[in-house]
């Protein structure tokens, strides 16, 4: 029941939201909700996963089970969205909303969905979570973002809807297709297909998949929601949301389709390899900190993609030490901007500067998210970069050495936006004072664990060891 519980939590307390009044109340609300999440996700994670596995029956007639599991890899995720909410909520708690109840809510609604994507080992429970966390996205997006929040929500709506719909084709195919018609993780990896198959319906879960991480050239969502969501939203989205689609490749891609995905690896690097450097160039060019961080994600989230398919332990290991420092690291980075844009009413690079001398804290904070970022040594970044970058060496040393060029660009665009919004002389015109004490709090959070996981990142390797994995034959 421990792992119901991961779910039960948020989505009881965001049910519960939405019958408070006022502002005050659902943000504190939501702050215990998250942190009893984390307590219960601690407890869970230090049981052997033998030992935290539940299946009750669902839907009987389709022989589909409520069945939860926890490897290595989905110890690491659920970890990641139990220790992001509270920062979350404790960064953005100045940050007001219309209907603030409405807000946490439906923000405990997509918790309670990624927990069950993370949890899950049945794949039409899998398919129901999936969706469970996108429909709040999508009103928290719509009804709480920017100027253009509605056209921008509608093509983020249309993009997931439409790979989720594919995906849910190939999901019935292959449940047609098992040896005793369920939807268990175990009976999908036994399903034999022809070849032409394997290659149709490896591209319908892909697609899918590269929608929500997303990857080249499935990404043109992802700035403008980014953008115009608002910032706790943005923060889950690029911080946990985009790890679905990576962790649904590993999960239920690679090893229902070994052989295809070992076919089709050198085709899916390239296009995470052009992602990564078309990325890194666009992330040059940006004048919005926020599209910037955007692109930013893009490039990352490649390379990750690419060390998937790489098809050695050095690449899988560090994308599972990545999923979860990429994640805090880009939390960090969305809470700078949302801090200078709660005190500016910008986040255009062009309108800033100087914000050292008015704001050293946070000038100080910034660059070690910056550092982090681009995966200097003694960063939590670094260790995962460096096994993927092995793992992709050993795969093709050509892919390795023009996906590291994205390592060069991305230090040219983050020391850019340093120097562009805190060094030089303060702007007469921006009134800024020092990030209020909640900041400062979130943000010291997350330069400790950049600290200590990039000093001493052994507990995270022991956490990720026991992985459902893909078995794959070159």
Known sequence: MILVSLILIPLVFGLAS??????????????????????????????????????????????????????????????????????????????????????????????????????????????????????????????????????????????TFVGSLIMLIGIIYLY????????????????????????????????????????????????????????????????????????????????????????????????????????????IKQDSIKRMIAYSSIAHIGLMCAALFANNAEATQGVYIQLFNHGVNVIGLWIVANAIEQQTGTTKMSELGGLAHKAPVLAILLVVMALANIALPLTNAFVGEFLMFNGLYAYNPIFAAVAGISIILAAVYTLNMIQKVFLGEASAFLKVTEIPKNTIIALSIIVVMVFAMGVYPKPMFHLGKQVMGWVGTK
């Open 176 to 283: 047609s297709k098992t040896p005793d018609h369920s939807f268990a993780w175990s009976s999908f990896t036994k399903v034999v297909l022809t070849e032409s198959e394997q290659k149709y319906f490896f591209w319908f879960f892909f697609i899918a998949f590269a929608i929500k991480m997303p990857i080249f050239p499935f990404h043109t969502w992802q700035p403008d929601t980014y953008e115009q969501a608002p910032t706790a939203t943005t923060m889950v989205l690029s911080g946990i949301m985009v790890k679905m689609g990576l962790f649904a490749v590993a999960r239920w891609l690679l090893p229902v389709f070994p052989q295809m995905a070992v076919k089709m690896a050198d085709v899916i690097m390239i296009l995470s390899i052009i992602g990564m450097i078309y990325a890194s160039l666009i992330a």
């Open 18 to 159: 939405f019958f408070f009044k006022g502002n005050d109340a659902p943000k504190t609300f939501a702050l215990i909700a998250s942190i009893l999440t984390l307590a219960v996700t601690c407890y869970a994670i230090s049981l052997p996963a033998s030992a935290v596995t539940y299946t009750h029956s669902w839907l009987a007639v389709l022989n589909s089970n409520f069945s939860l599991g926890v490897d290595g890899m989905a110890k690491v995720l659920v970890l990641l969205t139990a220790i992001s909410y509270p920062i979350i909520f404790i960064a953005t708690r100045n940050n007001q909303y219309k209907n603030s109840n409405q807000f946490y809510a439906l923000m405990l609604l997509v918790q309670a969905g990624l927990m069950g994507v993370f949890l899950s080992t049945d794949c039409l429970l899998f398919y129901f979570f999936w969706e469970l966390a996108l429909v709040p996205a999508y009103f928290l997006c719509s009804q709480w973002g920017g100027d253009k929040r509605l056209q921008v929500s509608f093509k983020f709506f249309i993009y």
